[in-house]
């Protein structure tokens, strides 16, 4: 998975998901909005890139707020 920022939760203590810094990607382009929260992205913001499929089944790849991509997390 890429993923954009700087890492998390510490440069020292990563996350799994940016233990990689091959799978590391440049920030959003300007202008650019959060696949779930509908936000802008803002220097210095952290998160991912996801696949999106849409209706017609084409996909792309789309920005994803770290913040966004925890807070949708269940726990069980």
Known sequence: MNWFGEPWPSATL???????????????PAGELCVMCGNRFAAGDRGILLPHVN?????SMRYLH???LLG???VS
């Open 14 to 28: 990563r996350a799994p998901v940016c233990e990689d810094d091959a799978l590391r990607v440049p920030p959003p």
């Open 55 to 59: 209706g017609t089944r084409q996909v």
């Open 72 to 74: 949708n997390v269940g």
């Open 66 to 68: 770290l913040e966004c």
